[in-house]
């Protein structure tokens, strides 16, 4: 099974350096004041993550759309033995590999171009992070089959995207004009399409106060 809608990838082809000044420090002091009270969630979503996988000491870490590479820096900083980052965009993969060398972590980690599921194999993994990737995924059954599929019982952290009355209409739109839709959740949307692609869920948090992300683990 294949993912055969480029048009995320597409997307953040483009917008992958804008992207990528979220991280790092980079903005300047207005953006950075906006970016802290509406995408709290990308802070927040980041801090559960590693807290809820624990130990990634000589693990190999799957990171599906890893856009440029910040959750795979961190994961091999805590000891990871190796990551695996796929992502749809191109310029995201550079952004990664330029950001993951920078760090020293040359030879620790690859990078697979193409839309998840891929429909061609990579190695397994021992745990795997989906960070701001369910938004853009039509097709969220299958896609959690294929990552099931990739790891040896290990743990997923997964963010889903919630709705909001005032903050998702706003976001659908923007995204129509980019030619890149985007699906939403509630809490019974997200245990019934675990449920269905046979996945069990560990822990369903919605982050609280920026009202956007839910963050899940599950096996
Ligand atoms: C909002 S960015 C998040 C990047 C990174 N996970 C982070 O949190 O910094 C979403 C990324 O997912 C990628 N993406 C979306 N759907 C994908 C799919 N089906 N397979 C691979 N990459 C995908 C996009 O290209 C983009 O780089």
Redesign the pocket.
């Given at each position: 099974m294949s993912?055969t809608d480029e048009r995320?990838?597409r997307f953040?082809?483009g917008f992958?350096d804008t992207?990528d000044s979220l991280?790092d420090g980079r903005r300047g002091p207005v953006w950075r004041l906006l970016d802290s009270t509406f995408r709290r969630d990308?802070v927040e979503r980041f801090r559960l993550t590693f807290d809820r996988l624990g130990d990634l000491t000589n693990k190999t870490v799957l990171?599906?759309?890893?856009?440029?590479g910040?959750?795979m820096r961190e994961a091999l900083a805590r000891g990871a033995a190796r990551v695996i980052g796929?992502?749809?965009?191109p310029r995201?993969l550079e952004l990664a590999g330029e950001r993951l060398d920078a760090a020293g972590h040359k030879g620790r980690y690859e990078l697979v171009a193409?839309?998840?599921p891929l429909g061609k194999p990579i190695d397994r993994a021992d745990c795997a992070?989906v960070?701001?990737?369910m938004?853009?995924?039509a097709e969220p059954v299958p896609?959690l089959r294929a990552l099931a599929a990739q790891l040896s019982g290990g743990p997923a952290a997964i963010s889903f995207p919630s709705r909001h009355w005032l903050r998702s209409p706003i976001r659908e739109a923007r995204y129509r004009m980019r030619n890149c839709p985007i699906y939403l959740y509630e809490r019974g949307d997200i245990e019934r399409v675990l449920k269905d692609a046979g996945v069990t869920a560990v822990h369903i948090e919605k982050i609280r106060g920026a009202g956007q992300d839910f963050h899940v683990v599950c096996r």
């Open positions: 993912n995320a990838g953040f082809h992958a992207f991280y990308i990171d599906v759309g890893c856009g440029s910040v959750y796929v992502d749809a965009a995201m193409g839309n998840f992070i960070m701001g990737v938004d853009y995924v896609f």
